[in-house]
């Protein structure tokens, strides 16, 4: 069982930034990925990056080059730096961890609302 805790999201201005934090306890050995996906109204959740346990990264082609996913394992937390901040990057943006056996469901934290005014 995993608990995720999401925090630092808010408002910030078009080509600021914000940071933000996914806290998991629990039996964090059994997650294989963790990750941020993002919904704004209207749209599917997508993927915006991922980070395995052997630390390669993934990132949807809209964000790369401005947001940076890392962990920091002595604090059971993975951050989203998100730079250079779009309109169109508004949405809720949810902590994900994915189990290593692929047969138990994701967790999912509870959403922190990012909006970027224009």
């Known amino acids: 069982q995993v608990q995720l805790v999401e925090s630092g999201g808010g408002l910030v201005q078009a080509g600021g930034s914000l940071r933000l934090s996914c806290a998991a306890s629990g039996s964090i050995f059994s997650i294989h990925r963790m990750g941020w996906y993002r919904q704004a109204p209207g749209k599917q959740r997508e993927l915006v990056a991922a980070?395995?346990?052997?630390?390669?990264?993934n990132y949807a082609d809209s964000v790369k080059g401005r947001f940076t996913i890392s962990r920091d394992n002595a604090k059971n937390t993975v951050y989203l730096q998100m730079n250079s901040l779009k309109p169109e990057d508004t949405a809720v943006y949810y902590c994900?961890?994915?189990?290593?056996?692929?047969?138990?469901?994701?967790?999912w934290g509870q959403g922190t609302q990012v909006t970027v005014s224009s």
């Open positions: 994900n961890a994915r189990p290593r056996h692929y047969y138990r469901d994701d967790y």
């Open positions: 980070i395995t346990s052997g630390g390669t990264t």
